[in-house]
């Protein structure tokens, strides 16, 4: 079975500092990886999706995470905090055989201090 | 270019009521799939459509819960006797094709059962 753990559910970074937010899959098979961002009282939008392709994976608003298949990692990072970063940001897995089924982490929030 | 819509955005309803959630898949787009967030969690999965046909139901209950997506209209999440533990956000997602496309997801539906 896959599972998602986001490690911490609040994450709290100044303006301007490196943000970086953890997950961890397991999964007995290649798996798709995913970030979403949602923010409040609105649905989920894609920061960027780690297909088999290339292992460092660039998103929007400069977001990137990198796939480490040893450490079964998949960390979102973003050199410069902005105020407009703070949301709560969801890590997901799926099968490539059922890749539709998105498994979704319980999610971190992050906060921006000016 | 409209994205995902769904209504209503908030729904109040008494146990033993019935819910239904709609959810408008963006143009050109003919999978939905339905996700329900619960308090302080993550979005699991619940059920994959088709036009006119159910692909994947492994996330729905076994009981008072459905979904159907027709040939013409939204597709629909139907609660039948609602209980508390009903309340969450129900989010729906489409995507064009159903094989590693991206799904893009509407605001959700917020449904408390008093």
């Known amino acids: 079975a896959q599972s998602v753990t986001q490690l911490g559910s609040h994450v709290s970074v100044s303006e301007g500092a490196l943000v970086l937010l953890r997950c961890n899959y397991s999964?007995?098979?290649?798996?798709?990886l995913f970030w979403y961002v949602q923010y409040p009282n609105q649905g989920l939008q894609l920061l960027l999706k780690?297909?088999?392709?290339?292992?460092l994976v660039k998103g929007i608003n400069g977001f990137e995470a990198e796939f480490k298949k040893s450490e079964t990692s998949f960390h979102l990072t973003k050199p410069s905090a902005h105020m407009s970063d703070a949301a709560e940001y969801f890590c997901?897995?799926?099968?490539?055989?059922?890749?539709?089924?998105?498994?979704f982490g319980s999610g971190t929030r992050l906060l921006v201090r000016p | 270019n409209a994205g995902v819509m769904q209504n209503p955005r908030h729904l109040v309803r008494r146990r033993g009521q019935e819910a239904r959630l709609r959810c408008s898949p963006m143009?050109?787009?003919?999978?939905v799939y339905w996700y329900r967030q619960l308090p302080e969690e993550g979005l699991k999965f619940m059920v994959y459509?088709?036009?006119?046909?159910?692909?994947?139901e492994s996330g729905m209950p076994k009981e008072r819960f459905s979904a159907e997506f027709p040939k013409e209209g939204p597709s629909i999440l139907r609660i039948q006797q609602v209980v508390r533990g009903d309340s969450a956000a129900y989010f729906c997602?489409?995507?064009?094709?159903?094989?590693?496309?991206?799904?893009?997801f509407g605001p959700g539906t917020r449904l408390l059962v008093l």
């Open positions: 459509l088709q036009k006119e046909n159910i692909i994947d």
């Open positions: 997602a489409s995507s064009a094709t159903g094989f590693k496309e991206t799904q893009y």
């Open positions: 780690y297909t088999s392709a290339a292992t």
């Open positions: 997901a897995v799926s099968r490539m055989d059922s890749s539709y089924k998105l498994i």
């Open positions: 999964s007995s098979v290649p798996p798709y």
């Open positions: 143009k050109g787009h003919s999978h």
